[in-house]
Each structure stands twice: as structure tokens, then as C-alpha cells.
């Protein structure tokens, strides 16, 4: 028997901004912000307390937390001594994870239900990646700021590291205790079912570039609702949804096809080769034909 088990192609891209272990003294507290990305937060000693739309939240030794990006909130040390964290704010293109993750403003992950999982073992790692670095001679020292430079194989550590504690917060978003302090901002079926409908005619055809305004009155229903309940569900909004969804496309026809970037810029609905360029530049961090050269095209390769 002469048997092939592929498994599906992976064309997603990782963004990781502000990954730092910190620790702050007694009265410490940041003002009212949000950001553009995803952040996770876990509380490693002392107690902090933060308040996210205006709801206050305590975190406890080994509480984990994650924010969905464009929440306002702020944090303060409510310790009588100094607090210390981990936390990153990170982006990751898979629209699946993305509806998962963004489905409601915060999750708060309790020690109890941390301790249960393996994020326990994968926080040391990045604590040795760290303490690894702290020796370097390419360290960088600031009266406030430590700025670690990575090696390439120190760099894949890294963003293997992130994404293993990412699974292990996907799977606790799945237990009852994980759903209990947002369990009011739970999504009805009537809004998954609306948001279901939005996102059905968003994938329809790419190269439509569809007009959130003909979506909602088609649905009867306003646009500021069709942004309101798509966002609840997906974590992001129709637009973006659209823009991410092209750059998976993107990525995957790159990889996998012959076609040119021009033939591949008119499939997805751009303007022009200039524009999807510019626009996959911003996203991906490098060009289309850049992008196409870090892997073998799928057509190419010898399975032998």
C-alpha cells in the first residue's frame, strides 16, 4: 500500500507586540487605554485589580485575563507590595480563532482553572527564554526598560511558546468556569444567526467587495447593527472580517498556485497589483513576491 496522510494547509501569520514579564511597585496603576490587538494578561504574584467598561475585575495569583482588542481599561497593583505579570498583545489571522477568542469583551480565566492546563509548564519556558537573554551581550538597558534581542532559533521559541499558551486559552474558553464572570455578554442565537447571515454574504465572492449598507438592507436592519452584532460574534468588524479573509486568500494562492500577483490582485476585488501590494505589505509585514519565495510553491514540490 503506498499511502499520503497530508495534513491541511497553514498560511496564517502571527503578530506578537509588548511580550514582557513585569513587575510593578505598591500604589502602581495605568490610566484608561485599549489597543489594536488581543491581550493576555496573567498575574504571577500580588493582586492587581482592573476595571474593563467600567466593571472591576480582581486578579489573583495565577488568574489569567483576556481582552478583545478596542476594550477600554485600566489596571492598578492592589497589593501592599509589588505586583508582577506577564503579558502580551498579540494578532493572529485565522478567522475561526479570531471568532473565538473575540466573542465577548473579556474572559477571565480563574488560577484554578489555569492550573488544570499547561500554560503552568509553558509560562517558565518563556521565563528561561528570558533569563537566557538576560545574560546576552546584546541586551539592551534602559533605567526602565530591558529590550531583549532574540536569535532566529530564539525567535521561533518564541512565537511557538505564544502559540501553544493561545491553544491552551482556546480550550479553557470552552469550560463552564472560563464563561461565569461574561456570562451576560454571551451571544443570543438570534445574533449568531444574524452575524452567520452577514459573514455568508461577505464569503460569497471576494472579488465583490460587498457594501455593508446593501447587506443590512437586504436584512432589514441598520448598518450600525450589522457592524454592532458582527463585531460581538467575530471579535472584529465586517470590514475587517473581509480584509482578513482576502489575506488568507492571498496567502494561499501565493503559495499554492502559479498565478501572478496581478491575477491574484484582480481575484480578490483590488483596485489594482499597487494597492493589493501596498495593502499585503502593511498586513504581512513584507511583499506579495517576498511572501511567495519563503515557501515552495505546493505544485512544484516532488513527493517522493
Known amino acids: 500500500m503506498d499511502t499520503i496522510v497530508n495534513f491541511q494547509n497553514v498560511t496564517n501569520t502571527l503578530q506578537i507586540v509588548g511580550c514582557h514579564f513585569g513587575i510593578k511597585p505598591e500604589c502602581w496603576a495605568y490610566q484608561k487605554h485599549h489597543h489594536h490587538l488581543y491581550e493576555l494578561l496573567c498575574c504571577m504574584e500580588g493582586k492587581a485589580v482592573q476595571e474593563i467598561n467600567g466593571e472591576k475585575i480582581d486578579l489573583n495569583q495565577g488568574d489569567w485575563i483576556l481582552l478583545k482588542p478596542g476594550v477600554n481599561h485600566t489596571i492598578?497593583?492592589?497589593?501592599?507590595?509589588?505586583?508582577?505579570?506577564?503579558?502580551?498583545?498579540?494578532?493572529?489571522?485565522?478567522?475561526?480563532?479570531?471568532?473565538?477568542?473575540?466573542?465577548?469583551?473579556?474572559r477571565l480565566i480563574p488560577a484554578a482553572l489555569?492550573?488544570?492546563?499547561?500554560?503552568?509548564?509553558?509560562?517558565p519556558e518563556l521565563e528561561r527564554l528570558m533569563q537566557?537573554?538576560?545574560?546576552?551581550?546584546?541586551?539592551?538597558?534602559?533605567?526602565?526598560?530591558?529590550?531583549?534581542?532574540?536569535?532566529?532559533?530564539?525567535?521561533?521559541?518564541?512565537?511557538?511558546?505564544?502559540l501553544l499558551i493561545i491553544q491552551e486559552i482556546l480550550l479553557m474558553l470552552e469550560?463552564?468556569?472560563?464563561?461565569?464572570?461574561?456570562?451576560?455578554?454571551?451571544?443570543?442565537?438570534?445574533?449568531?444567526?444574524?452575524?452567520?447571515?452577514?459573514?455568508?454574504?461577505?464569503?460569497?465572492?471576494?472579488?465583490?467587495?460587498?457594501?455593508?449598507?446593501?447587506?443590512?438592507?437586504?436584512?432589514?436592519?441598520?448598518r450600525s447593527q450589522v457592524s454592532k452584532i458582527f463585531a460581538k460574534v467575530y471579535g472584529v468588524s465586517p470590514r475587517?472580517?473581509?480584509?482578513?479573509?482576502?489575506?488568507?486568500?492571498?496567502?494561499?494562492?501565493?503559495?499554492?498556485?502559479?498565478?501572478?500577483?496581478?491575477?491574484?490582485?484582480e481575484q480578490l476585488g483590488f483596485r489594482s497589483v499597487h494597492h493589493f501590494s501596498r495593502q499585503f505589505r502593511r498586513w504581512v509585514g513584507m511583499s506579495p513576491n517576498q511572501y511567495r519565495h519563503t515557501l515552495p510553491i505546493a505544485g512544484s514540490r516532488n513527493d517522493s
Open 76 to 106: 492598578a497593583n492592589s497589593s501592599p507590595s509589588h505586583y508582577a505579570f506577564f503579558n502580551i498583545h498579540f494578532d493572529l489571522d485565522d478567522l475561526d480563532v479570531r471568532s473565538r477568542l473575540g466573542a465577548v469583551p473579556f
Open 114 to 123: 489555569a492550573n488544570e492546563s499547561k500554560l503552568p509548564k509553558l509560562l
Open 132 to 162: 537566557q537573554e538576560l545574560l546576552s551581550d546584546e541586551t539592551s538597558i534602559s533605567p526602565d526598560i530591558i529590550q531583549l534581542s532574540l536569535a532566529l532559533h530564539q525567535r521561533l521559541a518564541l512565537q511557538a511558546y505564544v
Open 175 to 222: 469550560a463552564p468556569a472560563a464563561m461565569d464572570t461574561c456570562r451576560r455578554n454571551q451571544v443570543s442565537a438570534y445574533e449568531a444567526d444574524v452575524a452567520h447571515s452577514i459573514e455568508e454574504r461577505l464569503a460569497a465572492d471576494l472579488s465583490a467587495n460587498p457594501s455593508i449598507s446593501a447587506i443590512a438592507a437586504e436584512m432589514s436592519i441598520s
Open 240 to 265: 475587517q472580517y473581509l480584509s482578513r479573509r482576502k489575506w488568507r486568500k492571498a496567502k494561499e494562492l501565493l503559495v499554492t498556485s502559479n498565478l501572478t500577483v496581478y491575477a491574484i490582485a
